[in-house]
Structure formats: C-alpha cells, structure tokens
C-alpha cells in the first residue's frame, strides 16, 4: 500500500500540473474500477488514509488536493465509495483573493483527507445544476429553503423542475411551508404545471386501464414496473411521479398478441433497426383526441443490456407481483423489493449512472415503506442477482438527499456482498460511454453465436429502416444510395463518445 500510495500520489500530481482537477478524477476513477482490490477489512479507510498522510510529507508539492484525489482512487479500488470538495473562501489580506481547500468525505459524511479547525468557513464549490438540486432535495425533505439559496431565475427554476420531473414534489413541498420568501410569479407557474399535469395524469390513467384491460382479454400477461408502477403503488399521488411512458414486461412469446392489441387501440410502433438482441423492447405511441400523446414501452426483457437482461425470468417478478387496484383488475406491478432492485439499477443498466433526483426519491419511496421481511428480501434478491455494489450505491445517493433510513442490518449484509468482484460493478465507473457499454453487452452475451447477433444488428439494421431514417423511404434514391448510407451510419458510430 506505500508503494501504491507513492505512485498515484505522484501521478495525481502530475497529471494536475497538465490538466484540470475534474479529469484527473475521472481517469482516477477509471483506473480504480479496471484494478480492484477484492480484499477489504474494517480498518481499510484507516489504513488508506495513515499511508496518504505519511507519504504526502515526504514527498513535495503534496496539497490536499493532490491527497484527497489520491486517496479516493485507493479507496474506490476497495470498494469504498467517498467524495472530494473543494471550497473556498474570501481570503484575510486586503488584496481581493480566494483561500481555496480540498478535502475528502466519506458516505456519511465523515472527513478523512483535509480535516482542518476551520473548514465549516470554506463554501463548496459547485456547479448550479448542482445547487439547485441540493437546495430541491431539502426542500423536498421539508426543510426550508430560501429563495437567496437557490441564486437562480424563477423562469430558470421552473424549466429546472420540468426538466427533472420535480414539479408537482416541489409543488407540494413550497404548499406545506418551508418556502414562504419564494417569487409569487415562481410559486404561480409551478401551480399552474401542477395543475396540468394533474388534468393530463387523469387522461393518461384512464388510458393505462383502457390498455391494460385489453392486454388481458388478449391473455397477455403484463407487468408494470417503474415509472408509473411506482406513481400508482408507491406516491402519495400519481401526479406526483410524472413520466414519458408505461413500462410494462412480458414474454417474449406474448409479444405479436401484445402488439395486435394495442395495434386494436390506434396505437403504432416506433420504427426500429430490426432483432431481438441490441433492442429488447417495442415502443408504441397513440394521441388521442385532445392531442395527449400515450406510450408504452414493451419490454421482453428487463434491460437491453446484456448483463442484465436476464436478471430476472418471465416468471419471477410476476409471481412476487402485487395488484393494483387504481389501474383496473388486470394491473399488477412489481413487489417492494423487486421494485427497490429496479430503482436502483435502473440509472446504471441504461443511463451510465446518470444521477437524477427523481429516480432518486424513486428508491427513497420504496425504501421507505419496506418492512423488515421485505429489506431481508431485498437483500437476499441483490445477492443473488450479483447487484449489490449498485444496490449500495443506489441506496447511498437516496440517503444522501432524502435521509433514507437503510436499516442497520441490510446495509451490513449489502456491504459485505459488496466487496466481491461482482461484474456488474463495473457500470460505476465514472465517464462511462456508449463505447463502454457496446464493449461490456459484447462480452456480456453467452457465445460467440450471440456476439456476432449483436454486431449484425448495430451494423446491418434493416434496409426499411434505414431509408427512413434518412427520410429517403419514399424515393428510389434510398435504394441506390443504401451501401452509403451504412458506411455513414458506421462513421458516425465509430466516432460516438
């Protein structure tokens, strides 16, 4: 471990000297999740830090910076999640200055690198992206939250919460108080959204139940999970959990009913590339006649990524499924603790770990109303579907905004799961791209049969696909034209990030 921390601490501080902070912290990070450490005991972080600190004296130009991303590279090699501020405030003198400092924080908040008597006075920098979602996330936890705080535009706030889905949970929380010093043209809009999106989710439900109801007398069976399973059986109001489509799960042999169905209700399916492999899911859209667009994405499996695709079979979830009653004698959704396992790695299987706080407070609803049989549950399902590193780390964001309360004995047991070399860990990794997880779906598929399934469809969808998404399906030039047209479709793929 001296070695190890001599090395990082010296590369850290050469690639500070060549590029930005934030990129050495990504290529830091990269190099943790690709060389783990599979060993961890109780005093790792201890340890980790003791080494930093004493090989940081010896060596020069060794600032806290240097150790604090130093040191969250060590640890993030054995699986121990912690995160780097850096502050500043006005300096002492009278020339016009800034005193900054780095420092490291462990999940619960804990200082292990950087710990100095006076750091409340340093102001964490941060982005106002992240500003305003910190300040939302308190506003959301009922406590208040002053306008000044925020260092925004109503007009900006507004599209902020539209865009993240928060609108009708912001709305709530300033109606019970705590933002009494908010614009009233602010509090207005967010009020007339809400009211909106209330008169919308009452089409839209109807809807639901129409299309559920019709499944059924089809015979096909059909899960909902996410989204609006969670704003139907898990908010206080489904308004509340607004979202873009249903999400529901079926087999794969139910597929060609399912389809026929909704075809039934005016409902047509969005043009894919053909196959079964990179696409595991049809999405059908219907506007009805007050122009509000309806979807549904059918899933015949879980994800489209290989690595979880088969997380869960056809029948699993169904069997745990739970009723729900809102949505009409057909609408089961997926249990509590399926429904936990979902939320949290649903940002990690399709958005590269995107950090919403609408998912967020997803896996903050659900892990909150669980009882002990279901947290026992949770567990044993993260185990065995070899999640648990993306269970913690979902679980940790979730507390992190909203307190959510991880009984002590689930977390525990999370933790020690954890710490074994579960591939699905890897889609943690900071910076993950498209090339990322085009490369792990590859590796991910159980034969070569399968690996070059998965090439023939991302290079060679059909030929009716392509002509319209070239808006050439309706002259012969898309014919002549189709062999360019899939050279480009690769040169644009070569070249994606």
Known sequence: MIGEAALVLAATRLGLSVA???????????????HPVPQRDQDTVARVVRVVRGISRRLPGMTCLVQALA???????????????????????LAVRLDAHAWLTASDGRVLIGDVPDLDS??????????????????????????????????????????????????RAIARGPAADWPAAC???????????????????????RVLDALGRAGVRALIFKGTALAYSRYAHPV??????????????????????LTALGYAAAETSGGDVLFRQLELHRADQHGVVHAFDVHWRI????????????????????????????????????????????????????????WNYDTHVIASAMDASQWSSFVELAKAKAVAAVCVHGLELARAQFGTVVPASASAALENAAR?????????????????????????MPDWRARLRLLREMALPSPTYMRRAYSLDRSTLGWILLPALYAHRGLKAAGRK
């Open 20 to 34: 930005r902070h934030v990129s050495v912290e990504r290529r830091l990070a990269r190099w943790a999740h690709c």
């Open 122 to 171: 340093y102001q964490p920098l941060e982005s106002a992206s992240a500003r305003i979602t910190r300040q939302l996330a308190a506003l959301v936890r009922g406590e208040r939250v002053a306008w000044a705080a925020l260092d925004t535009e109503p007009d900006a706030l507004v599209a902020f919460c539209e865009r993240e889905d928060m609108t009708g949970l912001v709305h």
């Open 420 to 444: 074994e070399l579960e591939p699905a860990a890897a889609y943690l990794m900071p910076g993950r791209s498209w090339r990322d997880d085009v490369a792990a779906n590859f590796r991910a």
């Open 303 to 358: 994800s489209n990524q290989e690595r979880f695709a088969r997380m869960f079979d056809d029948d699993e979830l169904w069997q745990r499924a739970e009723p729900v009653e809102a949505l009409g004698p057909h609408a089961r959704a997926a249990g509590a603790a399926d429904a936990l396992l979902i939320s949290c790695v649903h940002p990690v299987m399709h958005h590269r770990n995107d950090d919403r706080l609408i």
């Open 240 to 261: 509340l959990r607004p979202r873009s489509d249903t999400d529901l799960l079926i087999s794969r042999e139910q597929l060609d009913a399912a389809r026929i169905a």
């Open 71 to 93: 040191a969250q590279a060590m640890l993030a090699r054995r699986g121990v999640r912690a995160r780097v501020h850096i502050g500043v405030r006005p300096g002492s003198a």
């Open 187 to 209: 509090v207005d809009r967010l009020a007339r959204r809400a009211r909106l999106d209330a008169a919308l989710e009452l089409a839209r439900g109807q809807e639901i139940r």
